[in-house]
């Protein structure tokens, strides 16, 4: 190369000396929970012991208005994967099975950018995300190759891969991906082992052991419960058997850092934590409510430590994570379509900046279409600061109950105790939890549980109209097909379908919700 001048010298010397001071590549390890909450003493739940948790959060900055934009497992994952909306990267549901539920061939995600970037990408753990030619990765076990349960819950097996994937001698930088699959509920896979799998490798009988595992039991009367669910015995005690699988993740981050730190490669790791969806209780997991939506979120740098520790107010997105990535290691987002000729283009940003000082981040968005292939109920959201708005676009049929949440205690005991007259001890009914409205707007200032939508009152209306141009905005740049869905336009009365009973009973989970239906009076209206 030939170097005119003492100004492209001087770049050269520059360029040179920047080499010089980071001689050993970077990394970056990615932790996910399956259906984490805010159960650890990083988030002030003093009822949880979560040590390792609390070590990564004093060297990180602790994100409290984290956002996914979307409360189901394969969308979120293939949302944060690719920077890309479920509606645009095509992920529409659950990624498994019969269902075809895959991304669009002409994805560009993060692995796949970063293994032609020369970062070696490893998964070890739930990956629930497809094609394989979108997401691929150098080094693979999850439940395409192994048993879920090993690689995503058995942490003694964990912290083995892990240190496989160390093992190499490879001397290019890496992007570890560790999902776990604890605290994920495990009733209606594997009820063996109880509601969320606490048993497995417990070491009672028939249980098998994990040798790294100190199981941590929890007395129901000790858990905190979230405002969200029922203070109930079976709520609490599904509670419990969620905080000793939070237990077992918490003791595999530490043996996964251990694992980092002893092949000498921590200080030179991003490492974030967070969880793909709300924790799986009503109003959580399959909402977009707040706690469908919120996420924990660490983010730690050993390069950035002087936020270490502190508490961002900044509102981000999962969808912030590839871009985070792709900047710790100075890769481009190339210019491409996915259909036609419009370039795709990352509505996330880098959280890198946030590292150094707080950023005026307000503003995120949400949008979900399934969770089972069955479960079709698209909503789009926006949060801006305290303000939530979420549009049911197809507000007229009832919300769709997921298996997992239907046979689990919490919800059991829900439906019985409503259509036994008896108090549900929950701050919802099932009706209204059933049928939305079509806008719902929160004040989360005012009314952090959100249970006072604000869409008709004349105080919010320029709210309303702001947040509703900002999420058509938003739609139309990430190429939103649901952005030209038909809606009915609004009938004289309140916009309830004509009769519960009707409506319930061509639909989706058995039982519980036409039960439900059929115990309500018909609703006013007369569509
Ligand atoms: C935990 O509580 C402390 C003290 O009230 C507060 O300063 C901090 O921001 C809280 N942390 C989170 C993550 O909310
Ligand atoms: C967990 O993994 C270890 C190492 O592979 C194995 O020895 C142990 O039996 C496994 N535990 C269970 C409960 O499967
Ligand atoms: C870790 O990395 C940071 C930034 O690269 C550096 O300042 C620090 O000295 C390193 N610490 C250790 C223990 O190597
Ligand atoms: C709900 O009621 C059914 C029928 O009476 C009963 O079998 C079941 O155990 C109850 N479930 C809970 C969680 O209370
Ligand atoms: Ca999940």
Redesign the pocket.
């Known amino acids: 190369m030939r170097c005119p001048g003492p100004v492209c010298w001087a770049l050269l010397l520059a360029l040179g000396l920047c080499r010089a001071h980071r001689a050993r590549p970077r990394h970056v390890l990615l932790i996910l929970a399956d259906d984490g909450g805010f159960e650890s003493g ?3 739940n003093s009822a949880i012991a979560t040590p390792h948790l609390d070590a990564l959060a004093r060297r990180s900055l ?1 994100f ?1 208005n984290a956002f996914t934009s979307v409360s189901s497992c394969s969308p979120s994952r293939a949302s944060l994967l690719t920077g890309l909306p479920q509606h645009q990267n095509g992920m529409y549901g659950l990624h498994q099975g019969v269902h075809h539920f895959s991304s669009f061939e002409g994805v560009r995600s993060l692995p796949l950018l970063l293994s032609r970037a020369s970062v070696r990408t490893g998964i070890i753990g739930k990956k629930h995300v497809g094609p394989e030619a979108v997401f691929p990765f150098d080094f693979a076990h999850t439940e395409e190759t192994d048993s879920v349960l090993q690689v995503g819950r058995n942490i003694t097996r964990i912290r083995l891969l892990v240190r496989e994937f160390l093992r190499t001698g490879d001397s290019r930088p890496f992007f570890l991906y560790v999902a776990f699959h604890d605290p994920h509920r495990c009733g209606h896979s594997q009820p063996q082992y109880g509601a969320f799998c606490e048993k497995f490798g417990n070491g009672e009988s028939g249980m098998g052991r994990i040798p790294d595992w100190t199981p941590q039991v929890y007395d129901p009367q000790d858990v905190q419960v979230p405002y969200f669910v029922p203070d109930t015995p079976a709520a609490r005690a599904d509670l419990a058997a969620q905080y000793t699988t939070i237990g077992r993740m918490d003791q595999g981050i530490g043996l996964v850092l251990q694992e980092l730190r002893a092949a000498g490669v921590l200080n030179d790791t991003l490492v974030i934590f967070t969880s793909d969806n709300g924790i799986p209780f009503p109003s959580g997991r399959t909402n977009l409510y707040w706690p469908g939506a919120a996420e924990p979120l660490l983010v730690s740098s050993p390069e950035h430590p002087s936020r270490w520790g502190q ?1 961002s107010e900044a509102y981000v997105s999962l969808l912030d994570l590839t871009p985070t990535v792709l900047d710790w290691f100075s890769i481009p987002y190339p210019r491409y379509a996915i259909f036609g000729s419009k370039t795709v283009r990352l509505t996330g940003r880098s959280l890198l900046p946030a590292l150094d000082a707080e950023p005026a981040w307000s503003t995120v968005f949400g949008s979900q279409s399934h969770h089972e292939a069955t479960m079709f109920y698209p909503m789009r959201s926006v949060q801006r600061g305290a303000l939530r708005l979420v549009h049911n676009l197809h507000f007229r049929m009832p919300f769709p109950i997921d298996q997992d949440l239907y046979v689990s205690p919490t919800f059991q005991d829900l439906l019985n105790r409503t259509a036994a007259g008896r108090p549900t001890r929950w701050y919802k009914d099932l009706h209204g939890y059933y049928y939305r409205e079509r806008w719902e707007l929160y004040d989360l200032r005012r009314d952090p549980r959100e249970t006072q939508n604000l869409a008709a009152d004349p105080r919010y209306a320029p709210a309303l109209e702001l947040l509703r141009a900002q999420l058509a905005k938003w739609q139309w740049e990430t190429q939103d097909p649901w952005v030209c869905g038909p809606v009915l336009a609004p009938l004289p009365g309140r916009a309830w379908p004509a009769s519960g009973t009707g409506t319930a009973s061509s639909t989706g989970t058995p039982g519980g919700r036409s039960l439900m239906l059929a115990s309500f009076p018909p609703l006013p209206g007369g569509v």
Request: glycine share 0%; proline share 0%; aromatic share 16%.
């Open positions: 990083a988030y002030n602790v409290r508490v």
